[in-house]
């Protein structure tokens, strides 16, 4: 029986389960390693981490945050991040963890969206919040921005450190695995992010599938510098480290000349990447001896591997979908550049347009069946119909996504929707970028597409007919998209143009903007 009253592998769990069951079972071993660029770094063993996240919650439980209540997390990757993140699901609370690098106005739609009743920043983020997250009923702020002093005078907020109170006094509730345990916001095909809820269910589906994808061991130390506010970093390196009893090193952000200090100093052995860091350490000079047993990217097998001495494990996932829907063995051998086979934890399917399977050797979309709350999202917050449309009427969830199925029995990645734009490892929807653009007064209509990008795979350029000439039509399209949006979805290039290519529906033929571009690249060799 799979329907909603089949029992779930975390009947009377949540995520205090895992936390306080590793804190009882490894409470001396190493379990969140902080490694900041400026400042001195920290360990936290089992015991202690699980003690941290406890204070936490008794500390939002006594400024009065109730079960279910949102709480904003606006922080670059830094200690507090994960506290704060685990530390409210401790509580009951949810986390709402929002990328770092957007715009006041994403902060504004996040908190409102949200119904968040508090936040928690850093120094340099502060003041933005404050004035974009407006009735919150507490704002927290870290004392250091990633362990480097703060320039800001934060004196007007109260500190991290406020958030603390005697766990003796946490009120008791049940260990509800179906409980709400946070949201992200992801880009979609629709004007604004949607918020993607998981349950507790969800958060321990995530950590106990990918720590068995993974091959985890309680003797791995997992290197993190992917952002804490999406789910590889989460899901695919913390929480599965966790549910290991393994350690994690927390860095800042990815920084090519600190990655093999950092490595050999803890013998790390586990990371997750994204291309653009493969890239930049092809550069570092390689030690003679590392500790690395697997990489995790978005390929199997790359021809780096050989330079790296290193297996790397290739996925697929999506916030959605919690953990990897799509992955390679640690043990044994994978197509190289494929992104793995069908996790036996998940049911993919690859449909034609009739949603029939497609044929050995054909290409098709990825759909994928799992349940609601437990191995896929429970909804898109606040939003029935984009819930609704996220899947087919017989329940399958649509990636949008398409691939090949090889005679191998391998997946390979074939193409996108066309309208998502995958810059430097950050999902960008064009539509996002539009909705600001078609705001600046002097324009008629805007399409926004993909470029290539040696380092970021692809950019964002924006192509606009405007009402008329006007010199300062497109710095002023610059100006709007730096106040609205984060630095990585901001166009590369605006380009005014009298007209724009048009399907037989007179839609936008967007196809034939990527190839204006793709084959300017060629002329050029860019």
């Excluded at 949810?94 to 968040?116: C, I, L, P």
């Excluded at 921005?145 to 958030?163: L, R």
């Excluded at 950590?207 to 068995?212: E, F, G, L, N």
Aim: aromatic fraction near 8%.
């Amino acid at each position: 029986m799979t329907g909603p009253d089949a029992l779930t592998p975390f009947e009377g769990w949540d995520i205090r389960t895992l936390i306080d069951a590793k804190a009882a079972e490894r409470g001396d071993h190493p379990a969140m390693i902080w490694e900041p660029f400026e400042g001195e770094g920290r360990t936290w063993s089992y015991a202690q981490f699980g003690q941290a996240l406890r204070r936490f919650a008794a500390g939002l439980q006594a400024r009065g945050v109730k079960p279910g209540e949102r709480v904003l997390v606006h922080l670059d990757n830094c200690p507090e991040s994960i506290i704060s993140w685990l530390g409210c699901a401790y509580a009951g609370a949810v986390a709402v963890t929002t990328n770092a690098r957007s715009s006041r106005d994403e902060v504004d739609y996040f908190a409102r969206h949200s119904g968040a009743v508090g936040a928690i920043t850093q120094p340099r983020f502060a003041q933005m919040v404050a004035k974009a997250a407006t009735g919150l009923g507490f704002l927290c702020v870290t004392d250091t921005d990633n362990g480097a002093p703060s320039e800001t005078n934060v004196g007007a907020y109260e500190p991290f450190s406020a958030i603390d109170a005697d766990p003796a006094g946490l009120t008791e509730r049940p260990h509800d695995p179906m409980a709400h345990f946070a949201i992200q916001y992801t880009s979609g095909t629709t004007a604004r992010p949607k918020a993607v809820l998981w349950t507790h269910a969800n958060a321990l589906w995530g950590a106990r599938v990918s720590a068995m994808h993974e091959g985890l061991r309680a003797d791995d130390v997992h290197l993190v510098f992917l952002p804490l506010f999406h789910t590889n970093a989460q899901v695919y390196s913390v929480a599965a480290a966790i549910w290991a009893g393994a350690s994690f090193v927390i860095q800042p952000k990815f920084s090519a000349s600190r990655f093999w200090p950092v490595s050999l100093k803890h013998r790390c052995t586990w990371t997750s990447m994204v291309p653009f860091c493969i890239r930049a350490l092809i550069d570092q000079p390689l030690p003679e001896a590392h500790s690395y047993r697997h990489f995790g990217n978005g390929i199997c097998s790359p021809p780096t591997d050989a330079w790296f001495g290193v297996k790397t494990i290739g996925w697929w996932g999506m916030t959605e979908t919690i953990t990897q829907g799509t992955v390679g063995s640690p043990h044994m051998a994978d197509a190289p550049l494929s992104m793995g086979r069908p996790s036996p934890c998940y049911e993919i399917l690859v449909l034609d347009q009739d949603l029939k399977p497609v044929p050995v050797g054909g290409t098709g979309d990825l759909y994928v069946r799992g349940r609601r709350g437990l191995s896929l999202f429970l909804e898109y917050a606040h939003d029935p119909a984009a819930t609704a449309a996220a899947f087919t009427p017989d329940g399958l969830f649509i990636t949008g996504d398409k691939v090949r199925v090889g005679e191998d029995g391998f997946l390979y990645f074939s193409d996108r929707s066309k309208d998502m734009l995958k810059v430097g490892g950050e999902n960008v929807a064009a539509s996002e970028i539009e909705r600001v653009i078609a705001m600046v007064s002097g324009v008629q209509e805007v399409a926004v597409v993909g470029r290539g990008h040696p380092m970021l795979d692809e950019v964002p350029v924006a192509f606009v007919i405007p009402v008329s000439d006007d010199a300062t039509l497109a710095a002023r399209i610059m100006d709007a998209c730096r106040n609205a949006l984060a630095d990585f979805k901001r166009p590369h290039e605006v380009r005014l143009v009298e007209g724009l290519p048009r399907s037989t529906l007179e839609k936008v033929a967007k196809a034939e903007l990527r190839a204006i571009l793709a084959a300017e690249q060629a002329v050029s060799g860019g």
